[in-house]
C-alpha cells in the first residue's frame, strides 16, 4: 500500500472517530420571538441542523439584543454575525441599487410586490447586494405588508402632517419622502422609538400592523392612517467573509433553504397581520381609511424622480409586472 494512501485511511478514521464540533451560525432580528420573520428564520436553522446532521446550527439572537438594524449589518460585514434579517430600508445607504424598492408607492399594492420579490426582478437584487462591495450576500426576502402612517391625530392630506416630526427608518430617501409628504421626517433607532413616542420627541411613526402592535406603540399613538406610502420588503443576508468560508453544498444548501423560508413566511406573515387588525381593534385604534393618497402619490413625485432617475429601464419593468 502506498504511503500516502495509508495516511489517508488513517486520517479518515481519525476525522471519523472525532466527534464533529457543530458550526453554530449567528442570527439577528429585532423582532422578539414568534414574530412571523423570527419564526422563519427559526425554521431555516432546524432544516439546516437536519440536512447537515446537527453539523451546522442556527442560534437566533432577536430583540434586537444584537443592536438595530445599522449596527447588525456592521457586525455581519465584519464577519462578527452570520445571518441578518433586516427592512430592505438601512440597505439602501450601503447598496444604492436596492433603492427602488425603497422608493415611495413603487409597487401597486402587496400582490405587485409579492410577484416582484419572488420573480427574476428580485433575485436580481439579491445578486446586486452580493456583487457589491457591501459585504453581504443577499439570500431572500420576506414579506413586510404596507407601512403605514400611525399618530396622536388623525392623517388624511399632507397639511395634516404640517409640524409633526415623524419617525422614520435611516435611509435619507425615506426622510426625504415624509418631508415631502408634508411632514417632518426623523431618522431614530428603532429601540428609542417608544420612549420618543411618549415623550413626544416624534409625534408619531410608520409602520406595518404587526410592528406597530407587537412593540405596543398602538398603545401611544392611536391613530392608523392608511397612507400606504411604502410596500417595504424585507430581506435576509449572510455575512461574505463568512459565506466565503462555507462550502459550495453548504451555500446551495443554505441558498435552497432561504427559498423556502421566503415562501414560509408568507403564510405566517398573513396569518399575523390579521390578528394584529383584531388587536388594534380591541385596543381601540382608530383606522382613517378615508386617505388622500392620491394627494400623498403627487406629493412624493420628487423623491421617485431623485431615486429613481438612473433606473428607468428596472421601474419600468417592474410596472410592466400585472
Ligand atoms: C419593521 C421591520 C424592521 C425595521 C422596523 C423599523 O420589520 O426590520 O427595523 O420596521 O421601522 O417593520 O425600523
Keep these: 500500500m502506498r504511503v500516502s494512501k495509508l495516511a489517508a485511511i488513517l486520517a479518515a478514521a481519525v476525522f471519523a472517530s472525532t466527534?464533529?464540533?457543530?458550526q453554530e451560525l449567528k442570527a439577528a432580528d429585532v423582532h422578539p420571538e414568534g414574530y412571523p420573520n423570527v419564526v422563519a428564520m427559526q425554521n431555516l436553522g432546524k432544516k439546516l441542523e437536519a440536512s447537515t446532521k446537527g453539523r451546522m446550527k442556527l442560534k437566533m439572537f432577536p430583540n434586537a439584543v444584537l443592536g438595530d438594524e445599522k449596527s447588525v449589518i456592521?457586525?455581519?460585514?465584519?464577519?462578527?454575525?452570520?445571518?441578518?434579517?433586516?427592512?430592505?430600508?438601512?440597505?439602501?445607504?450601503?447598496?444604492?441599487?436596492?433603492?427602488?424598492?425603497?422608493?415611495p408607492f413603487v409597487f401597486r399594492d402587496e400582490a405587485h410586490m409579492r410577484k416582484i420579490i419572488d420573480g427574476p426582478i428580485g433575485q436580481e437584487l439579491l445578486d446586486k447586494i452580493t456583487a457589491s462591495s457591501a459585504g453581504l450576500v443577499g439570500?431572500?426576502?420576506?414579506d413586510g405588508g404596507t407601512r403605514n402612517l400611525y399618530t396622536k391625530k388623525p392623517i388624511r392630506r399632507p397639511a395634516d402632517l404640517a409640524g409633526q416630526k415623524i419617525r422614520m427608518i435611516g435611509n435619507p430617501l425615506f426622510i426625504e419622502t415624509m418631508n415631502a409628504m408634508?411632514?417632518?421626517?426623523?431618522?431614530?433607532?428603532?429601540?428609542?422609538?417608544?420612549?420618543?413616542?411618549?415623550?413626544?420627541?416624534?409625534?408619531?411613526?410608520?409602520n406595518n400592523e404587526p410592528t406597530y402592535v407587537t412593540q405596543n406603540h398602538h398603545t401611544l399613538a392611536k391613530f392608523y392612517d392608511l397612507t400606504g406610502h411604502l410596500i417595504l420588503p424585507e430581506i435576509f443576508v449572510y455575512s461574505?467573509?463568512?459565506?466565503?468560508?462555507?462550502?459550495?453544498e453548504d451555500q446551495d444548501l443554505i441558498k435552497k433553504l432561504s427559498r423556502e423560508a421566503q415562501l414560509e413566511q408568507r403564510a405566517l406573515w398573513d396569518k399575523k397581520?390579521?390578528?394584529?387588525?383584531?388587536?388594534?381593534?380591541?385596543?381601540g385604534v382608530t383606522v382613517i381609511a378615508d386617505v388622500d393618497k392620491e394627494a400623498f402619490f403627487k406629493a412624493t413625485q420628487p423623491v421617485r424622480d431623485k431615486y429613481?432617475?438612473?433606473y428607468a429601464g428596472l421601474i419600468k419593468r417592474i410596472q410592466d409586472v400585472k
Excluded: C, H, Y
Excluded at 240 to 248: A, D, F, I, M
Excluded at 273 to 283: E, H, P
Design 19 to 22: 466527534p464533529v464540533v457543530a
Design 74 to 103: 456592521e457586525q455581519a460585514q465584519a464577519g462578527g454575525i452570520d445571518i441578518i434579517r433586516i427592512s430592505l430600508g438601512p440597505i439602501g445607504p450601503v447598496v444604492p441599487d436596492v433603492n427602488v424598492f425603497n422608493m
Design 139 to 142: 439570500l431572500g426576502w420576506m
Design 182 to 206: 408634508g411632514g417632518s421626517g426623523i431618522s431614530i433607532g428603532f429601540g428609542e422609538l417608544f420612549s420618543a413616542l411618549q415623550t413626544g420627541v416624534v409625534d408619531g411613526a410608520e
Design 240 to 248: 461574505k467573509v463568512k459565506w466565503n468560508r462555507l462550502s459550495k
Design 273 to 283: 397581520v390579521a390578528d394584529s387588525r383584531a388587536q388594534m381593534k380591541k385596543d
Design 308 to 310: 429613481g432617475k438612473d
